[in-house]
């Protein structure tokens, strides 16, 4: 196998970078990739989920048809703010940075980059491949809803790669949690603080209250409890009737997620009840909890290509959440694996254009890696 390319891999990597392609504004991005599929050989589509998502785009899934069964990559076309009018700096020692105002945009476009490269070498070279599946989706930095929008029974491969993790080559995530985020509205009387308070029910009284009861932070090994927002109250001298808390829950098992929401509903019913209010709560389950099994065919698949190449493999326990959520629960064998990116959602991001290129030499493998290898090792299993 040839080297990888690494002058065309930075220059479409730069080019991707330079297109603004914040959450829900993912349209130039989309016709970009487009383009560049079709001009690879795939049968290219893109969905509908627009309309569900609020984006100005929908996902694109594409089809490059070979010999074997079908494995796909993934990636995500959104990045976070500040992202507009981003820049791709390559510095003499290879590293690539923004100018400082901005991200990098490697979160993603490191991982489409690359998928795009060993494509495109593959065919350059002529090497027989599997049917290659490619998904690049939409708002995946807002819990996933583009994948979570896509309609899964297109896809024909049965594990996928998802190229979306900061960290040293050869890591891989085996595990991310169920991520829940709730409102709670205290409702209490207003009343004027200084000539009659003890008319009132101070809503951010019984909020306080209900919140000191918690174990915000990190609740257990498995769990962690965040309150990011309080609003509350009209003025100093008016005893504050309504208040909105707004947080989220994490945690690698599921039921131990729901188990603090349980907590936090009861915490806000209690202290509202003792003080003569009223709570209520909603919640959003965006992501479940998945672990990866250690006969993960997919899982498997990777580890050999990276350790014939004298890579290290590290399997690490993330409380991220991706697109690979989503795909578990969809029945696909998936894993999310680290593509060359550092101190993401930072004006700090960088990558190093000789690790894209060892991304690129890994992805290729596993497309054109046997499909008998990965028999074998669910026979052994």
């Known amino acids: ?75 995500h076309m959104d990045t976070v703010k500040p992202g507009e009018g981003k820049k791709a700096i390559l510095h003499p020692d290879g590293s690539v940075t923004s100018d400082g105002t901005t991200v990098l945009g490697a979160d993603d476009a490191a991982g489409i980059a690359e998928i795009l490269e060993a494509v495109e070498e593959i065919r350059e070279e002529g090497i027989g491949h599997r049917s290659i599946e490619v998904l690049f989706t939409v708002a995946e930095e807002a819990y996933c809803v583009g994948a979570s929008a896509f309609d899964f029974d297109r896809i024909k491969a049965d594990r996928a790669y998802i190229l979306d993790r900061a960290g040293d080559i050869g890591s891989v995530t085996v595990t991310e949690p169920t991520l829940i985020s709730f409102e709670i509205e205290v409702k209490g009387k207003a009343s004027h603080a200084g000539f009659e308070p003890e008319k009132g029910v101070n809503a951010i009284v019984i909020a306080s209250k209900a919140i000191a009861t918690l174990p915000v932070g990190r609740k257990d090994e498995d769990t962690t409890l965040a309150v990011g927002v309080i609003e509350g109250g009209i003025a100093t001298n008016v005893v504050p009737d309504t208040v909105k808390i707004k947080g989220e829950i994490r945690s690698q098992i599921h039921d131990k997620a729901l188990e603090t929401l349980d907590e936090i509903r009861e915490a806000f019913y209690s202290q509202a009840k003792a003080y003569g209010g009223q709570s209520a709560l909603e919640y959003d389950i965006h992501l479940k909890a998945y672990r990866v099994p250690d006969d993960s065919p997919a899982l498997y698949g990777y580890r050999k290509v990276i350790e014939d190449k004298g890579i290290a493999f590290a399997p690490e326990i993330s409380f991220g959440g991706s697109d690979c959520n989503i795909l578990r629960q969809k029945g696909i064998d998936g894993i999310t694996i680290a593509n060359a990116m550092w101190n993401i959602h930072t004006t700090d991001e960088y990558t190093f254009v000789g690790d894209m290129a060892k991304v690129t030499e890994i992805i290729k493998e596993m497309m054109m890696q046997s499909p008998r290898q990965e028999e074998n090792h669910e026979q052994k299993s």
């Open 1 to 75: 196998m040839s080297k990888v390319n690494k002058e065309r891999l930075f220059k479409t990597f730069k080019e991707l970078v330079e297109i603004d392609s914040l959450t829900y504004g993912e349209r130039k991005m989309a016709d970009a990739l487009k383009a560049k599929l079709e001009a690879n050989g795939f049968a290219v589509y893109e969905d509908e989920s627009a309309s569900v998502t609020g984006s100005d785009a929908g996902n694109i899934h594409a089809v490059l048809s070979g010999d074997g069964d079908a494995i796909l990559f993934m990636a």
